[in-house]
């Protein structure tokens, strides 16, 4: 079973910057990060970006060009570079190992941290 450990979350004003990690036992072909809004029940957790074995990314449509997803082999840590922060980017992110299909649909996805919050003022 893979093991998934986030940091880096925190609070900050809109238009800055936060980098979180997660910590993972060993990578799946499939890794990504998702987030969990204010209220929001698991269920609907949004798929943020999605990094392959190949290192072939996918974006959703509302962080693409102000967030990277990126990975280090050596040190088994998989990140999310957040930049230009808006209030609408506050959330609980998680990282998620699958290896069936390698997009943001968060039920392909079985294994999970506990997750980071992330909060943006305006």
């Known amino acids: 079973q893979v093991q998934l450990v986030e940091s880096g979350g925190g609070s900050v004003q809109a238009g800055g910057s936060l980098r979180l990690s997660c910590a993972v036992s060993?990578?799946?072909?499939?890794m990504g990060w998702f987030r969990q809004a204010p209220g929001a029940p698991p269920e609907e957790r949004e798929g943020v970006a999605i990094i392959d074995s190949l290192s072939r990314t996918v974006y959703a449509d509302s962080v693409e060009g102000r967030f990277t997803i990126s990975k280090d082999t050596d040190k088994n840590v998989l990140y999310l570079q957040m930049d230009s922060l808006k209030p609408d980017d506050t959330a609980l992110y998680s990282c998620?190992?699958?290896?069936?299909?390698?997009?943001?649909?968060?039920?392909?996805?079985?294994?999970w941290g506990q997750g980071t919050q992330v909060t943006v003022s305006s």
């Open positions: 060993y990578y799946t072909p499939c």
């Open positions: 998620a190992a699958g290896s069936a299909v390698c997009n943001t649909n968060p039920n392909y996805y079985p294994y």
